[in-house]
């Protein structure tokens, strides 16, 4: 058995499929081993340091002898242990446990003291935070300043006790490699490489000294973090920091921006919002309405992904548009120029998808996933290999126009030889996914109900001619067939696939809105007003409570101050005039 004097663990149990999971973490003051003691197994889980760590062993004999003497002290390892299994099912997935952060150079003159006060600052709005660099570890009170010296044990200890004084340390390395950037490393939790967005992506001569030390076999997560002119547009070229580098993710923050530090601090210490939009054709519009909500209430986006038409939504916020924007980019996309349903042969697909590439075009244009303001992702479905596919690198309207092609409607998009289509055929409501990138943070749902509400009250029995159908059509004075049309009836095929998974996806979040904006067709992107304003007022109904729950004051009295600012919400969104 082990007892954790200091530093942290993570265990790690493999599974059936041969790869490993985190199942938790261990902090100072925790056991691990006691188990496998207790009942003489063999231990069920693998540990590892995550950062530098100091562990008190206990052999087998010694463990029996101290319960033999201190017999009270089984009733705490038996606490510990029920906290760990109730946690474990009240709270099933991994929560961010960071406590110490090491800021890194990336690149060439990267202002590493400058954003390590500011993320300081914002950390210290969750908690007491401490920003240490060489020249405050070396002024601290006491002997054996120098770290490297023979008062190693000293100096872990001192800087445990910080770790108990303060909720979060931040370690700003030095520029080069050094005995106290190694230290910065070996006491990280987490670990932010930061470069300028913009300039040269290769690796600069500070961080070239730093390379050597092996990032691979850190426990601790690595992010890249890009900073950008506060009149920055978008960011761009993030490609090539990415390639020279083995992270875990990236981040983009304007460098005077007290919102984008803020959102970087609630991913940091896990409390960051994961919003994920299902699909659900024109219906999917809603989600413009519900995040104009979700903004108004308080609740901040940190990161964003979705499916078919909730990919569009999720990509354009992600870009940077606000709501306003958001309505107007339907408006001149979607409703404007008429029907996207430019129909040819069906030999592939009923429609040819001209239509819909160019309107993604013209909004999204060149931009590539890695250059959005906010970290999002899409899913689409793999026909070649029967499995799910998550796209959160590469051309952004290629990706969303792999998520949006329902099989049959919108011809397929190769990929590296392979067949993408619609992502609600695998994962309509991708809030799984979600979880794997938000660092421990809270998912929340948007579901649009598809309830296609096919019916044909048995107007053409068991067999319709097409060419009766049309002929009805095109004559004004013959009563026409009622009855659903092939883009519906393939469009609802596609969801039912989805449909039975739909459930526990929903449980998955955190919350899940649910937008019931019926009877609108599933292809009646004329009744964008209509949909929009059932996205605003199903979540600003829903989601007062939980927001209030995450603040600690009411929802509406965040309103009335939103009112009394002249930002007032209306009954239904103010829908500007194309």
Same mark, same amino acid.
């Given at each position: ?26 902090? %100072? ?30 052999? @087998? ?7 033999? @003497?201190?017999?009270?002290?089984? @009733? ?7 906290? %760990? ?21 990336? /690149? ?31 002024? %601290?009170?006491?002997?054996? %300043? ?142 413009? /309405?519900?995040?104009?909500?979700? $903004? ?16 569009? #939504? ?7 548009l606000d709501y306003e924007g958001l309505v107007a980019t339907a408006r001149e996309r979607l409703v404007a120029p008429g029907s996207l349903l430019d129909f040819t042969l069906p030999f592939v697909s009923l429609i040819s998808g001209r239509r819909v590439s160019k309107a993604l075009e013209r909004t999204f244009e060149d931009l590539m996933i890695e250059d959005l303001w906010l970290s999002y992702f899409c899913v689409s479905s793999n026909l070649s290999r029967a499995r799910m596919v998550v796209h959160r ?15 049959? #409607? ?13 992502? /609600? ?74 449909? $039975?998974? $739909? ?22 992107? @004329? ?15 829903q989601l007062e409570g939980w927001a209030a729950s995450r603040s600690g004051d009411s929802a509406p009295g965040r309103l009335a101050k939103r009112r009394n600012s002249g930002r007032a919400p209306s009954s239904r969104p103010a829908l500007s005039p194309p």
């Amino acid at each position: 058995m082990y007892l954790l004097v200091s530093g942290r663990l993570r265990a790690y149990v493999e599974r059936a499929e041969g790869d490993e999971i985190v199942v938790g973490e261990v902090g %100072r003051g925790e056991v691990v081993g006691e188990m496998a003691l207790l009942i003489d197994e063999p231990r069920s889980a693998t540990v590892r340091a995550v950062r530098d760590s100091e562990l008190l062993k206990l052999s @087998k004999e010694v463990f029996d002898h101290f319960m033999e @003497k201190h017999p009270l002290a089984m @009733k705490q390892i038996a606490r510990v242990n029920l906290m %760990r299994l109730r946690r474990t099912i009240l709270f099933p997935r991994v929560e961010s446990t960071v406590a110490t952060i090491a800021v890194v150079p990336a /690149g060439r003159d990267a202002p590493l003291s400058s954003f390590a006060e500011r993320l300081a600052r914002a950390l210290g709005a969750v908690g007491p935070t401490l920003h240490l660099n060489r020249d405050r570890f070396e002024r %601290r009170p006491g002997p054996a %300043r120098r770290p490297g010296t023979a008062a190693d044990s000293a100096i872990a200890a001192w800087l445990s006790e910080q770790e108990t004084k303060y909720r979060y340390v931040i370690y700003e390395s030095d520029a080069t490699q050094s005995e106290w950037t190694r230290r910065c490393l070996r006491q990280a939790d987490h670990v932010l490489a930061v470069g300028l967005g913009g300039s040269d992506p290769a690796i600069g001569e500070a961080e070239a000294e730093i390379q050597p030390f092996d990032w691979r076999g850190l426990a601790a997560r690595r992010d890249l973090v890009l900073l950008h002119p506060d009149d920055a547009r978008r960011p761009i070229g993030t490609q090539g920091w990415l390639a020279a580098r083995h992270v875990d993710g990236h981040h983009h923050l304007r460098a005077h921006s007290d919102a984008d530090y803020e959102r970087l601090a609630r991913f940091l210490t896990g409390r960051a919002v994961g919003l994920v939009l299902g699909g659900g054709g024109a219906r999917g519009m809603a989600h413009i /309405g519900a995040i104009r909500a979700i $903004q108004e209430l308080g609740i901040p986006i940190d990161l964003i992904g979705g499916t078919s038409s909730g990919a569009i #939504i999720a990509g354009a916020l992600a870009k940077g548009l606000d709501y306003e924007g958001l309505v107007a980019t339907a408006r001149e996309r979607l409703v404007a120029p008429g029907s996207l349903l430019d129909f040819t042969l069906p030999f592939v697909s009923l429609i040819s998808g001209r239509r819909v590439s160019k309107a993604l075009e013209r909004t999204f244009e060149d931009l590539m996933i890695e250059d959005l303001w906010l970290s999002y992702f899409c899913v689409s479905s793999n026909l070649s290999r029967a499995r799910m596919v998550v796209h959160r690198r590469g051309l952004l309207r290629k990706a969303i126009r792999a998520s949006v092609s329902l099989p049959g #409607i919108l011809p397929p998009v190769f990929h590296d030889r392979d067949l993408l289509v619609d992502g /609600g055929l695998m994962n309509r409501l991708p809030v799984d996914v979600m979880r794997r990138f938000c660092n421990g943070g809270k998912v929340l749902a948007v579901n649009v109900n598809t309830t296609s509400g096919l019916e044909s009250g048995d107007a053409f029995g068991e067999h319709l001619s097409g060419w009766r159908v049309l002929a009805q059509r095109l004559n004004p004075f013959k009563s026409r067939t009622e009855g659903p049309n092939i883009a519906s009836i393939l469009l609802c095929a596609t969801l039912l696939n989805s449909a $039975q998974a $739909q459930e526990s996806l929903e449980r998955e979040a955190d919350f899940c809105v649910q937008v019931s904006p019926a009877p609108i067709g599933l292809f009646d992107f @004329k009744s964008l007003e209509a949909i929009v304003t059932a996205g605003y007022e199903a979540a600003l109904k829903q989601l007062e409570g939980w927001a209030a729950s995450r603040s600690g004051d009411s929802a509406p009295g965040r309103l009335a101050k939103r009112r009394n600012s002249g930002r007032a919400p209306s009954s239904r969104p103010a829908l500007s005039p194309p």
